[in-house]
């Protein structure tokens, strides 16, 4: 499939426009597409207790869920710039519960599998 990845990019760029970063100063915004054509997206959202900070791709996967569910197919995340930025370990856990190895990841090295992004992955078929 030829995806516009241009299209999911400038989404996830429009998101970052509002985080909510005072403390990192690195504002963050993700983009997914799903399997019936949806967008979701979602920004980072920081806290005075800067442990609880939420990354953007727990708001995107909220509203993923809260938009109806089913499967990610393409996602990516952008730094403040709107460049391509890598997810977080714990990010990649969660793209790999909704994304599962399919997952089309843009990444600075082009598109790559979600499980290339987290081999070896723990997922929902280990608690069978
Ligand atoms: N951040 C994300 O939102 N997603 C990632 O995958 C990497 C990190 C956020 C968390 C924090 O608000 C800021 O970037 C700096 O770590």
Known sequence: MNFDWDQLVDAATKAMRNAY???????????GRTTDGRFVTGCNVENAAYGVALCAECGMISQLVLSGGGRLTHFVAVNGEGEVLMPCGRCRQLLW???GPELEVLTKAGVKRMDEVLPDAFGADDLA
Do not use: C, T
């Open 21 to 31: 970063a005072p403390y990192s100063k690195f504002p963050v915004g993700a983009a």
């Open 97 to 99: 519960e909704h994304g």
